[in-house]
């Protein structure tokens, strides 16, 4: 009986560790055609298993190169396997990128480097995307309740984010108040100089003179005839704010 049982596994075990070289290309390195973390190694037409780290996989674009292996979902594995997991922790895989073990912390993920977790920190207005492994912008990363879009005052930033891009919205309750969208996503409030109010149309603090919509906004204020544009630029000679914290130091 047992000798039957040999009979059965021994051929299957020969095929998972046979491979027949190319004959046009005897030495090299070549993927399996079965198992994607696994290659052969051929030098003169014989054939040696090798086997990339846990969450690497064999990368046929990088045959010729020193660092043959490459981040499983960096290469084609549809319809092969790959080996047992062998991470432990927050390291799913040995190698490989993951989030944070906190589902409430989406602006954090691990790097994990032979089972060693480095935690790093993606830039403000991002969260970590799971499916593409990178930071990304929130309402494309779809991290549940960590992509619900920030509320300042009633206001939501309606873009979508882009880094460096802080765009202006009018704050409809007060002529002088607007909202910044820092980064395209996250709402801070903000407030026009005095002397100044925000213009809808050039989405900017301008001198209260030029902004006809508000243009009784100051008509009862102490300081309104120190309110000059003698420069012509728009904007209030003196920022007044500023000067009065000057005078308490």
């Known amino acids: 009986m047992r000798l039957?049982?040999?009979l059965i596994v021994c051929?299957?075990?020969?095929?998972?560790?046979?491979?027949?070289?190319?004959?046009?290309?005897?030495?090299?390195?070549?993927?399996?055609?079965?198992?994607?973390?696994?290659?052969?190694?051929?030098?003169?037409?014989?054939?040696?298993?090798?086997?990339?780290?846990?969450?690497?996989?064999?990368?046929?674009?990088r045959r010729r190169t020193a660092e043959l292996c490459s981040y499983e979902w960096q290469v084609d594995c549809e319809g092969k396997v790959l080996q047992a997991p062998q991470g432990t922790g927050v390291c799913e895989r040995k190698n490989g990128y993951y989030p944070h073990e906190d589902p409430d912390?989406?602006?954090?993920?691990?790097?994990?480097?032979?089972?060693?977790?480095?935690?790093?920190?993606?830039?403000?207005?991002?969260?970590y995307n799971i499916a593409k492994r990178v930071c990304d912008w929130?309402?494309?990363a779809q991290r549940g309740a960590c992509g619900v879009?920030?509320?300042?005052?009633?206001?939501?930033?309606p873009g979508v984010g882009k880094e460096g891009h802080h765009p202006r919205y009018t704050d409809e309750r007060d002529c002088r108040a607007f909202f910044v969208c820092l980064n395209g996503v996250t709402p801070q409030n903000a407030n026009c100089p005095l002397g100044e109010?925000?213009?809808?149309?050039?989405?900017?603090?301008?001198?209260?003179?030029?902004?006809?919509?508000?243009?009784?906004?100051?008509?009862?204020?102490?300081?309104?005839?120190?309110?000059?544009?003698?420069?012509?630029?728009?904007?209030?000679?003196?920022n007044f704010e500023l000067a009065q914290y000057s005078q308490n130091f």
Do not use: M
């Open 105 to 127: 912390v989406c602006t954090s993920y691990y790097i994990c480097n032979d089972n060693n977790p480095e935690l790093n920190n993606c830039s403000p207005g991002t969260h």
């Open 4 to 6: 039957l049982a040999l």
């Open 11 to 61: 051929p299957a075990a020969l095929a998972a560790n046979s491979f027949k070289c190319p004959s046009q290309d005897t030495t090299g390195y070549f993927p399996d055609p079965d198992q994607c973390d696994k290659y052969w190694d051929c030098l003169d037409g014989n054939a040696q298993a090798r086997y990339c780290a846990d969450g690497l996989a064999f990368n046929p674009r």
């Open 149 to 157: 879009k920030q509320v300042v005052d009633g206001f939501t930033c």
């Open 138 to 140: 929130k309402e494309v």
């Open 197 to 238: 109010l925000f213009d809808d149309v050039a989405l900017d603090c301008k001198f209260y003179a030029l902004v006809s919509s508000c243009v009784d906004y100051y008509k009862e204020h102490p300081l309104l005839k120190q309110f000059v544009d003698e420069d012509g630029d728009g904007k209030v000679d003196v």
